[in-house]
């Protein structure tokens, strides 16, 4: 490992985790090994190749996790990446309990990463779902039919906006709950605003 890439915020990101110290520590030794710079972004270890991000180093309660910038092109013929939510489009995780696991995967770890070197040199980009891809939950899609200005003024708003509050109502299990939503929310569509304006 050249300590010419590391970088020193890394290490004093290191130098005080609580927790996953010595997964942390044993992923970047991984990381720099595939020839990739060493960068502090989002207040975690992050490497890239020619500026472009590739993979991340963050911990959470239950694991720790490599997180690979463009994870959705990867092949994982090992079936071991992991979309962290269903409205992550790009980014995939490869997950970690112990320092143990990390050294048994060492090999795949480090295929995963000259995989995704290779894909950002080919240029490739993460074809994102249109908006329109995101189905508009029925208790919402009455009250536009319902009433045409709503629909107008939903309509108007930003392609990110309209996601916002389909995201927002879609995400109830139960109908009412997606109802009283929709209801709470249609003045501030009706007014130009976003959900979180």
């Not at 992050?46 to 092109?73: D, P, S």
């Not at 060492?106 to 995101?134: N, Q, R, T």
Request: net charge negative; charged share 30%; hydrophobic share 35%.
């Amino acid at each position: 490992m050249t300590t010419s890439r590391m970088n020193p915020k890394v290490d004093e990101f290191l130098s005080k985790a609580k927790t996953w110290k010595a997964e942390y520590e044993k992923l970047r030794s991984i990381v720099l090994d595939c020839e990739l710079t060493e960068d502090f972004k989002w207040m975690h270890p992050c490497y890239t190749f020619e500026k472009k991000n590739i993979v991340l180093i963050h911990g959470f309660k239950e694991y720790c996790a490599l997180l690979f910038q463009k994870g959705a092109l990867l092949k994982d013929p090992h079936g071991i990446l992991i979309q962290q939510t269903e409205n992550v489009q790009a980014a995939r995780q490869i997950r970690f309990t112990n320092i143990e696991e990390i050294v048994e995967m060492e090999s795949m770890i480090k295929a995963y990463i000259h995989e995704a070197i290779e894909v950002e040199k080919a240029g490739l980009e993460v074809d994102f779902k249109k908006h329109e891809e995101y189905i508009i939950p029925e208790e919402f899609q009455n009250k536009l039919n319902e009433i045409p200005a709503l629909k107008t003024a939903f309509e108007a708003l930003t392609p990110g906006r309209q996601r916002a509050y389909i995201l927002h109502f879609s995400a109830p299990k139960q109908s009412k709950t997606r109802e009283s939503r929709v209801e709470k929310c249609m003045q501030q569509i009706l007014d130009g605003k976003g959900l979180n304006d």
